[in-house]
């Protein structure tokens, strides 16, 4: 496959991005309790993030339009480097609250890459396979970055936080120096400073509407599951942080096949994407009730299903999203992202106090929401279906 060169450096730097998320990410709920933390505490780490993303990433997707993809992306991935160092050398619980805030106040990184390959793209499908590279990447970084960030996190707990944190800077440094601006025509409209707008603008849009409902639904249960995940890989099963990487790696070649070969050559090819939509609701709805059990074949079963079918869910829901308005990707990207900050607040919120009540209940609860979204997947399509009637009748008054 021959990939355009400008594509290649988005997708080295989304690489560098992500291989860098997914070195903390088994080590993060050690570490925090290392300083005397509760359960809680660790969730709330994901959700102060999330709050302050809530707020940053409307406004850096709209400011790409406006001042470019370049700048956004370059800012973000400077203050994710800052974010990571200053937890890394915390010394106390409100050092690491304040490296999260860093981290969340700059959170442009990966909807400026969509929106540069979503700027390469020529056509929906286009589009959508583009999305699915992002994907793939998303995939080979879970794959090398909890296999490293385990082994890190055996010989000392900040190490994988140094870690991430440098891979950060030199990620800047290599954005500067090679990735070329995409944006072919700057928008004109005003930016907006607060953080609901975004939804409430996406929420006026009718074939907008439904979609945004089941993406929050979709990114509260991913949130639930993910916050609470080595905790419960710990309670569970008894597993430290070098097993919850190893986990984590395997679900990373999950997500590299099924989004770097499957989305192009077989789901896009083989399903309509509303359809495609419905059946993977039901796949990961299936997933998150087999995590419910405490047993290593239904951890398999519910890995496989969550891990399929969300990483093809959020491609093609990412994708119909931003096809809603090609004039306006941008802006409906930095929407879904609100949205998906919205649910990174609310899931990991959720999350602590139900692992307390039993570590099991999270996941139910995971289930019961993906459900949800079905429902309004469902419903959304009656309803474009009777618009799509509705607009093709035409009314024959005899003469």
Not at 50 to 66: N, Q, W
Not at 145 to 170: K, S
């Amino acid at each position: 496959m021959k990939i355009n060169p400008k594509k290649l450096v988005v997708l080295i730097t989304v690489f560098i991005d992500i291989a860098g998320l997914g070195i903390i990410i088994p080590v993060l709920p050690f570490f925090v309790k290392g300083f005397g933390a509760s359960d809680m505490t660790v969730t709330l780490l994901f959700a102060v993030y999330s709050f302050f993303a809530l707020f940053s990433a409307p406004f850096l997707g709209s400011l790409s339009d406006k001042i470019g993809r370049r700048p956004v992306l370059i800012a973000s991935l400077a203050s994710s480097s800052i974010g990571w160092l200053v937890f890394a050398a915390a010394g106390n619980i409100w050092m690491l609250f304040l490296g999260r805030i860093i981290d969340g106040l700059a959170a442009g990184n990966i909807s400026t890459a969509q929106s540069y390959l979503i700027d390469l793209s020529e056509t929906p499908k286009e589009r959508t396979a583009n999305l699915g590279l992002i994907g793939m990447i998303f995939g080979l970084g879970f794959i090398i970055g909890p296999l490293l960030g385990g082994l890190l996190g055996t010989v000392d707990h900040t190490l994988p936080f140094y870690a991430v944190g440098i891979m950060a800077g030199i990620n800047t440094l290599l954005a500067y120096k090679f990735l070329p601006e995409t944006l072919k025509e700057k928008s004109k409209n005003k930016i907006s400073l607060n953080p609901l707008r975004p939804i409430i603008t996406g929420l006026t849009m009718r074939a907008l509407r439904p979609s945004l409902l089941a993406f929050l639904l979709f990114g509260t249960a991913l949130a639930i599951q993910q916050s609470v995940f080595a905790l419960y890989l710990d309670k569970g099963y008894g597993w430290d942080e070098f097993h919850s990487g190893l986990i984590f790696a395997v679900m990373g070649v999950a997500l590299a096949i099924n989004q770097g070969v499957l989305v192009r050559k077989f789901w896009i090819k083989k399903f309509h994407e509303p359809d495609l939509e419905q059946y993977l609701f039901i796949g990961l709805a299936a997933g998150f009730a087999a995590l419910g059990f405490i047993n290593p074949a239904m951890l398999i079963v519910g890995l496989l299903l969550t891990t399929f079918s969300q990483s093809v869910l959020r491609v093609v829901m990412i994708s119909q999203m931003a096809g809603v308005d090609i004039k306006k990707q941008g802006e409906i990207l930095g929407i879904s992202n609100s949205v998906m900050s919205l649910s990174m607040i609310v899931g990991p919120l959720l999350a602590g106090p139900l692992f307390s009540l039993n570590i099991t209940a999270p996941y139910w609860t995971a289930a019961a929401l993906a459900v949800g979204a079905f429902i309004v997947i469902t419903a959304k399509r009656k309803m474009l279906a009777k618009i799509t009637i509705s607009s093709e009748t035409e009314i024959v008054i005899p003469q």
